[in-house]
Structure formats: C-alpha cells, structure tokens
C-alpha cells in the first residue's frame, strides 16, 4: 500500500513508511485500501473532536516535524494507514528539553496543591474521553476495545492518584548530633525528565511516568512508540485543555535514536525513565552514565505462572488465562511459562485448553473480540520461530501454533505441553498468545525453575496452601508476585523489577521518589539569640 511519495525505506531513522508530504490525516485514495467502516467512523470522529493530533507538542505549541518528514501509523489488525504524524528527531528533541527546562522554574514553583488542581482536571478529562481514547488505542495498537477502554481507566488512574499524592511529599526534620543545629531534610523536584515508552500501553505507560513527575514538580519530554504516537498526542491535547502550562509537558516523536541520544546527551535532562525492551534499556543506561543522570528502567519480563498440585482448578486456570493472554500476550507481565506440578499437569493442560479455545480472536471493534492481532509481521516471525524450536525439541502442540486464518498479523491462541528448559520460549520473552507448560515435581524445583532466568519482573502462583504461598513468593526473584491471581497491576501498587528486568518502582507513594530528590539542611550556629 504505497501513498503518493510515501516509500518503504528509513528515511533520518524513521523506520516506517516515511513521506515528505505536509502531515494529514490518510484515509482513502484510489491505491489504498478502503478502511473498514469501524476504523474509518472512528477516525472521523476523533477528527472532529479535536483528539487525532499528528503534530508534536513543543513549548505548548503543535509542530510539524522541521524538515516535513512524516511517519504513517497503520492500524494492526488491517493495515490500513490511520495518520501520518511529524517524524521529529534532534533539533525538534533539543526545542522540546529547552522548554522544559524553561517551564520547571514555574512548575515546579507551584504549590502542590494548584499541581494537584491540574492534574485532576487532566484526570477527568482522561475519563470524560474515555471512549475515543479506547478507539484511538484499538485503532493503532490492536487490542479489543473494551481491554482498550480498560487501559484508559487504569491510566488515568495514575493521574488521579499522584493528584492526590502531590500534596504528601514531606520531608523530615532529625534529632541534631549537635546542640547548636537543627537538621532538616526537604525532597525537591529533580528537573527535566525524558520519559520513553512503548507500543503495548500506549497511554498507561505514558501517564505511569507523567503523573508522579508533574505531581512532584518536574517537567517532561515524552517519546512515545512511533507505533502508537496518537493515543500520547490525544492525551497531551487533554493535558492541555486541563491547564498543564506550555512546556511542562513536550511529545516528540520520530526517530528514535536521534531523540534518545538527544535526552541522554542533554546536561539539561536529569532524568530518564524507559519502558521498552532490555536491550534498548541497557543501551540507554550505558548512554546516561556521562551526564549521570538518574535512570529508571521497566524492562521485559520472563513471568513464570506456578500451578501447584494443591491449587484450586478453576482459579488456576483463570488466574493463568489472564496473565497470558490479556494484549494477546503482548504485555511485560504475561504468563511467559507455566510451570504445572506432576500431579495436576494433565487435568491442568485439559482445563486450560478449553478455556484458550474459547478466546475469539478478531478485529479489536468487533463486539466480542478478546484477541487482537499482534503489532506486526516481526513480533509474529518471532513468535513462530519460537514455535518452530520448542516443536523440533519435542515440544507438543495441543492447541493453535499457527497463524489465525484471518491473516495480517493474528495468530492462533496457542497451549504447548511438555516444555523444557533448552527451549527458546523458556528463556525469552515470546510476547505473543502462546503458553508453554513446563512439568515440575517438587516445591522446589518449581522455585529454582522460576528463578532460573536474567528476568525478575512478574510471577504468579496458585496454590491453596497459605504456608506454601509465602514459602514461594519469599524465595522468588522478582519484584511482582501474583496469588491465586493473574491481573494484579493497579496505581495503588508498586511495580517493577528485578534483575535485568529494571530499576526503580512506578505507581504507589514509591513511585513518586524517582522524580525527587533529597536535599540535606544543617542550619548552624542555632543557640545564639
Ligand atoms: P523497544 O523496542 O525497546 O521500544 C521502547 C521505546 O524505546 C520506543 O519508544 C522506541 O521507539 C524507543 N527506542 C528504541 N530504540 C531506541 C534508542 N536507540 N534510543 C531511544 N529510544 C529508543 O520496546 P517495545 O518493543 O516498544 O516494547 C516491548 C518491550 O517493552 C517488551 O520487552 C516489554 O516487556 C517491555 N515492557 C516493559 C514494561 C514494564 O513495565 N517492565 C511495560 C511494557 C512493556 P520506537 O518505537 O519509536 O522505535
């Protein structure tokens, strides 16, 4: 599907179709398919309302990339092209830090209590637009609508809850070592933040990072994926109209490498926070280390999901169905291998096979849908590559392995019994709709199963021994752990990892501590009158 001078090549490191025409909204020409009347009333109905921003924000203003280039964003589960938004790299990157940094001296000058203001504004903005926002995230991520809508909630719920926190930020005064001192500790803002995120989440992993930041006082540079830009451009319009100032909030987006490198290099910048791959994440630490900034890093995850003999059958089986399939897999908590004991491997692998059948995998509008395509040919080659190796191992499929008869990039809810740990899909994250079960006998061999990987981000596990339950989740390396249930992400609650799986917690009162830092005050000479 080629548009006017649009070309299949990475033109300045964008790595999509990339045209030099002024940027607009796509949709239909004679050599393009037609969109489908869902997608198609949708995006013209985001139009309208103001939300489908192909500009990057800088400054409070919405640009064009400098030179014109324009990235095109295609909705996964037809290929269609959906918009085409500004391709920015170092020069509009470099104009967004200046006017965040120009902005914090304001911002940060606020009083917790008008930041908080705005932010619930922003908040019930979010939530006012739930709907469009939920169809701007199925349009260009994929994920069935109502999942969509209900990441809307989810990231919303960050704004309203570091609203709330932005007025709990309290220092401390210590017990002097002297006399004639008084010693105090005050937590400050810690400047500009560039903040990276990903496709899978494209406004939950966005407002995880913002909120807290704004909330404590810092200002940002956001990039989002050049895969879902427009969920991030609808959200910083909402930002916007909710009265966050000119430069508190910047989106560029484009070329990745040009923008990271421009955030790392920056003195300007004292923070960075990624949610992405481990690969990009050491990069950009190893990238922070001359500027010594702070990093805060949310990496790939290698969750287990362990079903003991003692588990209650149904909870297991919808505990493992929802930590694995939610995204189609596609999130850094997914079940990645389920590990199921000798004495309920065969019942479980029955059970479970069911309950993947019944998964309807279709366009993310379809009502009914609660299986989306995966985000696009690559992430499928990988996972059907992961399939070819556990199959030519001696892996068994009892379900799917297969590309979905519906084409482009769906793919066949999968159940593959008698795993192993040579296989590739026991080391590496698959990130698609597949659930290996791995066999295990004792307690702990389960623990040494599940710890035996560089990741340490989530781990479930269902048992109904209460005595097991912390005998296990003590002894796991991870910085999650699910009991008894497979969706436990929530704002309330601190999420991260450990191992090569990141740094740092998002969400929670501890999430606000990555954007503050602690200033040390010794006030002498305190006994003269
Ligand atoms: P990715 O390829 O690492 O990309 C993440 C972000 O980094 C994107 O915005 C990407 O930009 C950007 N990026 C890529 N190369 C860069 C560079 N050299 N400099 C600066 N930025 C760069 O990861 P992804 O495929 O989007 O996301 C999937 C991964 O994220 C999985 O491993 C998943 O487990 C992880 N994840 C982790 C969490 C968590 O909380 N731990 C949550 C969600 C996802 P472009 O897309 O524009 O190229």
Not at 22 to 38: G, N
Not at 449 to 459: F, K, R, S, V
Request: with cysteine; charged share 20%.
């Amino acid at each position: 599907m080629v548009i006017g001078a649009a070309a299949l090549v990475a033109i300045g490191g964008c790595r999509k179709l990339v045209s030099s025409s002024h940027t607009s909204l796509l949709l239909v020409s004679s050599q393009c398919r037609q969109m489908s009347t869902d997608a198609q009333s949708v995006s013209e109905k985001l139009r309208s309302s103001g939300l489908l921003r192909t500009q990057g924000l800088i400054g409070g203003r919405w640009i064009d990339s400098y030179d014109k280039k324009t990235i095109k964003v295609n909705n996964p589960a037809t290929g269609e092209i959906v918009a085409d938004v500004a391709c920015m790299g170092t020069k509009e990157t470099n104009d967004a830090i200046a006017s965040s940094y120009e902005a914090f001296t304001s911002w940060s000058r606020l009083t917790a209590g008008e930041r908080s203001k705005v932010l619930r504004r922003w908040y019930d903005l979010l939530i006012a637009h739930k709907e469009e926002l939920g169809q701007l995230i199925t349009l260009e991520q994929g994920k069935p609508l109502k999942e969509a809508i209900g990441e809307v909630a989810y990231g919303a719920s960050f704004i309203e809850y570091y609203a709330e926190e932005a007025k709990r930020v309290y220092g401390d005064i210590i017990p002097p070592n002297l006399s004639d001192r008084r010693l105090l500790v005050l937590k400050q803002p810690i400047g500009v933040v560039g903040a990276i995120t990903p496709w899978n989440f494209p406004l939950a992993m966005i407002t995880r990072k913002v909120g807290p930041a704004l909330a404590s006082g810092c200002t940002v540079v956001v990039k989002p994926s050049e895969l879902t830009p427009l969920t991030a451009l609808a959200a910083a319009e909402l930002a916007l109209q909710a009265g966050v100032p000119p430069g508190a909030l910047n989106v560029v987006m484009g070329n990745a490498p040009e923008i990271g490198d421009a955030l790392l290099t920056s003195p300007k910048v004292r923070k960075i926070t990624f949610t992405g791959s481990t690969a990009v994440g050491k990069k950009l630490m190893a990238a922070a280390a001359p500027t010594v900034k702070k990093v805060s890093l949310e990496l790939g995850g290698n969750a287990p999901s362990i079903v003991f003999d003692d588990a209650d059958l149904d909870v297991a089986v919808k505990g493992t169905l929802a930590a694995k399939f939610r995204n189609s897999g596609q999130t850094c908590v997914c079940a990645n291998r389920v590990l199921v004991q000798d004495g309920i491997y065969d019942k479980f692998a029955e059970a479970f096979s069911e309950a993947v059948q019944k998964l309807e995998v279709g366009d993310g509008f379809k009502e009914g849908t609660t299986q989306g395509p995966l985000i696009n040919d690559a992430a499928v080659q990988k996972v059907e590559s992961f399939v070819q190796d556990a199959v030519s191992k001696g892996a068994k499929i009892l379900l799917g392995g297969k590309r979905h008869s519906l084409g482009m990039t769906f793919y066949e809810p999968t159940v593959i019994r008698d795993v192993s740990s040579d296989m590739i899909m026991s080391k590496e994250e698959i990130f698609g709709p597949v659930a290996p079960l791995i066999r295990f006998k004792t307690e702990e061999d389960a623990i040494r199963i599940a710890n035996d990987t560089i990741a340490g981000l989530a781990a479930y596990i269902f048992t109904n021994s209460v005595q097991r339950s912390w005998r296990v989740f003590e002894a796991l390396e991870y910085g999650l752990v699910g009991v008894n249930e497979g969706l436990i992400s929530t704002e309330v609650a601190p999420f991260g990892g450990v191992k090569q799986s990141g740094l740092g917690r998002e969400g929670s009162k501890y999430g606000m501590d990555e954007y503050l830092e602690i200033k040390y005050v010794c006030l002498g000479d305190m006994n003269r009158h």
